[in-house]
């Protein structure tokens, strides 16, 4: 070993006492936060790209290795192991440090290539590592986070094994690097994710940490340039490496300061409704589901995409939307599972529409199909049209095509925020199916069990005017611990399904913590019971209306279909419950206030229209805008944004 090293047993002690120096938990309290400190062990997998210059690598006064002569050495590759110790700070802004003491590997496989046949020599360093970096939160994702700084390498090995021929056998091994340095310097830098691994109300909080970075070590050999006869700092055996690993951390989570409250004068004001008697019940449910009567293509791509379902012959002929939705096979869905069910159902909308022209042999149709080019969307016309006619024997002559640049109510207007202008274009890349004849683009009617209704949800509200900034649920009991938020709207609904899966009872707490304009935190406390029952409640029928992107007046273009079917159908005696969504497109909070208000002015239509029937009917309005707490579909894909632009009608039966 050269002079200036450390040893394997060396290092691994320093490592030991480090760690137990420095993770020595804080005490235990009632409410806790994320921890200033965290400590734990870091591991990777390095793929190394070693800068080897133009080297001497004979041993200085070696002559036992005849073959040994001056070398001019190339760059090369390898892997090695990164693995050590870790402490980290976090403040309460956007910065935190981190400090590593780590082993590190950067072998390398270089070749001369000087001569023939290639000499290679498989180099083979290791450090203990000192890294020092500041950690950088962006507000983009909680968890997401950037790191960079300096590192300090202390030799532990510099040795390779020789090859004459780089495919014959080795005729040195471990053999010692000449003036080989003891210290390096370096840099860093690289992007990481934590994710916690338990319940926020535990006193110690675990995370694991995937991440990606990248380091440069310079200088591995000699002081200077003139000893080695270099010309630049990268010729004196550097080392870029690649990086992926995890790092596992805890830390003592430190207590929240908690101001008690004065019972004579809440501040928080909350109220807490549960289900009718606190009993939640499955529900059969008649949906009309409408056809969103477009085909979206993938960008830079005229084949129609694999997650559309296409049939040979055969099977379009025996092809019928009923079969789509048998009730005994669909069981008890949750409300993810009814819509990956309503999905799979658009995605037969080739097959829907084939059939309903098959059956319908005088109703004609037109394509319009729009690419960012009239060519384009000929095109992507032209294949939907090959489809119908190919596997469902349509006549050509039935089937129009039209290709413009833009569908005829685009996605996107000069407004939209510039993050979200790949999301519209991919919306504006389809096959729109254009008809005068509701027959073939008539909603699909839909038969099932439904687990957890709307009307199952926990509402909970604080007082909107107590100066509050934010508010978080925590609901325990039965052994179960779920946490919500936080919240900056007065009122939340919380579907209880998970809180009650597996049991038939419980009773549990509802903790709201309130944190006040001037960084109070306030906290208030309510239990309540729930019950499963297992036989389904009262039945329903849900209708959804779907707007356009950016749509005017969107709910008065659904007013006689919500007069004339909607009203029509509600008797007297029954609930309406009313729920409006968005897509992600566009602010947040707007987004929230649009589905508020066309679920409001849907009520509004029923309500003037029921009136007028001579019915008294119970009807509720509620927005959840783009609230990923209760989704209905997967705005990844332009489908899953143009069905989460709606407002859902449910009419629940009498009890």
């Known amino acids: ?34 921890p200033i400190w965290k400590f734990g062990l870091n591991a990777g997998l390095n793929l190394n790209f070693a800068g080897a210059g133009y080297q001497n690598l004979a041993p200085p006064g070696n002559t036992s ?14 892997v090695g192991l990164y693995g050590g110790l870790l402490a980290e700070y976090n403040s309460d802004s956007w910065w935190g440090a981190q400090l590593r003491l780590s082993y590190d590997m950067r072998n390398a496989v270089v070749n001369d290539a000087s001569f023939t046949p290639e000499k290679e020599f498989d180099a083979n360093f290791s450090y203990f590592t000192i890294e020092p970096l500041l950690r950088i939160y962006p507000e983009i994702t909680p968890g997401l986070h950037f790191t960079a700084g300096p590192l300090i390498g202390i030799n532990l090995t510099g040795e390779y094994d020789y090859k004459p021929d780089k495919d014959g056998p080795a005729t040195a091994t471990g053999v010692e690097f000449p003036e080989l340095s003891s210290l390096t310097l370096g840099i860093s830098a690289g992007v990481g994710y934590d994710i916690l691994l338990n319940d926020r109300r535990e006193e110690t909080w675990f995370y694991l940490t995937p991440y990606l970075e990248g380091s440069w070590m310079v200088n591995q050999r000699g002081t200077s340039f003139e000893d080695l006869d270099q010309n630049s700092i990268d010729d004196i055996w550097s080392t870029v490496t690649l990086r992926a690993g995890v790092h596992f951390m805890f830390g003592a989570a430190p207590p929240v300061e908690l101001v008690e409250i004065d019972a004579s ?12 008697g606190g009993i939640i019940r499955s529900r059969k449910v008649e949906e009309y589901f409408p056809l969103v009567a477009n085909v979206f293509f993938d960008s830079n791509s005229t084949a129609i995409p694999g997650r559309y379902v296409q049939l040979d012959q055969g099977d379009a002929g025996d092809f019928s939307e009923n079969d789509l939705l048998d009730e005994d096979e669909i069981g008890n869905l949750t409300e993810r599972q009814r819509s990956q069910r309503q999905m799979n159902t658009y995605y037969n909308v080739m097959n829907i529409i084939g059939a309903r022209m098959r059956d ?17 969307g000929h095109i992507l016309a032209e294949n939907v049209k090959s489809y ?22 685009p996605s996107g207007s000069a407004g939209t925020p ?6 519209v274009d991919e919306e504006n890349r389809r096959v729109e199916f254009v008809t005068n004849n509701d027959i073939l683009l008539q909603p699909v009617r839909m038969r099932l069990v439904q687990n957890n209704p709307i009307d199952n949800d926990l509402v909970l509200a604080v007082d909107e005017g107590g100066g509050i900034k934010s508010w978080q649920v925590k609901l325990e009991g039965e052994g179960r611990n779920f946490n919500f938020g936080p919240f900056r709207r007065a009122s939340q609904r919380i579907n209880p399904g998970d809180l009650m899966k597996d049991i038939e009872q419980g009773r549990y707490t509802a903790e709201v913590i309130v944190t006040t304009n ?30 356009e992107y950016g749509q ?26 009313i729920h409006g969504y968005t897509d992600n497109v566009g602010d947040a909070d707007g987004n929230f206030r649009l589905s508020q208000k066309r679920a409001r002015e849907t009520a509004d239509v029923l309500r003037d229209e029921l009136r007028k029937l001579g019915r008294r009917v119970k009807i509720e309005s509620v927005g959840f805008g783009e609230d990923g707490t209760r989704p209905l579909f997967d705005n990844s894909l332009p489908e899953g944004r143009f069905y989460n632009r709606t407002v859902v009608i449910e009419i629940i039966e009498a009890s």
Request: hydrophobic share 35%.
């Open 1 to 34: 070993m050269t002079n200036g090293t450390l040893g394997r047993g060396t290092v691994l002690r320093i490592l030991l006492i480090a760690f137990f120096a420095l993770s020595s938990p804080g005490s235990a309290q009632d409410e806790y936060r994320q």
């Open 65 to 78: 290795i005849g073959n040994f002569i001056p070398l001019e050495v190339n760059d090369g590759s390898g």
């Open 265 to 276: 004068n809440p501040l928080i004001n909350l109220s807490l409704l549960t289900p009718t």
């Open 360 to 376: 319908n042999p005088e109703q004609k149709v037109t394509l319009i199909g729009s690419g960012g080019d009239k060519d384009d």
């Open 388 to 409: 119908l006619t190919n596997s469902f024997g349509i006549d050509p002559d039935r089937i129009s095509i039209k290709s413009q640049k833009l569908p005829r109510r």
């Open 418 to 423: 510039k993050e979200d202008r790949p999301l």
């Open 518 to 547: 001037d960084d109070q935190v306030l906290r208030e406390r309510r239990e309540f019971d729930l019950v499963v029952r297992a036989d389904t409640g009262e039945g329903a029928r849900r209708y959804s209306i779907v707007f």
């Open 552 to 577: 005017k007046d969107a709910v008065k273009t659904y007013d006689r279909f919500l007069r004339n079917v909607v009203a029509a159908q509600t008797q007297q005696g029954q609930k309406v419950i």
